[in-house]
C-alpha cells in the first residue's frame, strides 16, 4: 500500500504577506520556484503512480518544478474560497471582527467568484478527492499539490476527524507531507518537511 504524499506549493507574494489566498491565482515568487525544484529529490525517490494538483497555476508550477509535469488538475484541490476574506490578512479582518478565527468563525460572502465556502464544504471536496484517490494506493504513492488550508481539512477527514480538526495541523510553503496507515488505521507518516537541500 502506498502513501498519499501531499505537498503545499511554493512561496507566493500572498502567501509570504500572511494574504487569505483561495480563487485568486497569485504566482511563485522566486524563493517559491526554488521551494518547489527543492522537492524533486524527494519526488524521484518515491514510486508514484498518480500525481493531481489544484487548478491554481501556483500548484500547477510546484508540480512541475518538483518533476511531476504530468500530474492532472483536480478541481476539489482548490483552496478554501474566503469569499469578503480573499487577499485579507487575519490582522486585518479583526481589526472589523475582534477576536476572529477562521476555523470557528467561517468568512463572509465575497463579489463574483469568491462566495465563500464553509469549513464543511471544503471537507466535502476533501472526502471526494480522497474517495477518488484511495484505489489508487494499492498500486504506490499517490501525489497531491495543492494549498495549506485544503491539504489540513483533508488530512483531517484522513483521519476520519471533523473537517475543522484541520486546525491542528500547521503547514509551510514548500513542504512535504505523507499520510499512511498502520494496523489498518490511518495515520499521519510525516508532516511538514521541508524539502532536502
Request: charged content about 25%; some cysteine; hydrophobic content about 40%.
Amino acid at each position: 500500500m502506498g502513501e498519499l504524499i501531499l505537498v503545499r506549493h511554493g512561496e507566493t507574494r500572498w502567501s509570504l504577506a500572511h494574504r487569505h489566498t483561495g480563487r485568486t491565482d497569485v504566482p511563485l515568487t522566486a524563493d517559491g520556484e526554488r521551494e518547489a525544484a527543492a522537492l524533486a529529490g524527494q519526488m524521484a525517490a518515491r514510486s508514484i503512480t498518480a500525481a493531481f494538483t489544484s487548478p491554481a497555476r501556483r500548484a500547477a508550477r510546484t508540480a512541475e518544478l518538483a518533476g511531476l509535469p504530468a500530474a492532472k488538475p483536480d478541481p476539489d484541490l482548490a483552496e478554501w474560497d474566503y469569499g469578503g476574506y480573499e487577499g485579507r490578512t487575519t490582522a486585518e479582518i479583526r481589526a472589523e471582527r475582534p477576536g476572529w478565527y477562521l476555523w470557528r468563525d467561517g468568512v463572509i460572502p465575497g463579489g463574483p467568484g469568491h462566495p465563500g465556502e464553509t469549513v464543511e464544504q471544503v471537507g466535502a471536496r476533501a472526502d471526494r478527492v480522497l474517495d477518488r484517490v484511495r484505489p489508487l494506493l494499492t498500486g504506490g504513492d499517490v501525489v497531491l499539490i495543492a494549498h495549506a488550508h485544503l491539504l489540513r481539512i483533508l488530512t483531517a477527514c484522513w483521519l476520519r476527524l471533523a473537517p475543522a480538526q484541520g486546525r491542528l495541523f500547521r503547514l509551510d510553503t514548500g513542504t512535504l507531507s505523507s499520510l499512511g496507515a498502520e494496523h489498518d488505521e490511518p495515520v499521519i507518516a510525516s508532516w511538514n518537511v521541508p524539502a532536502a537541500s
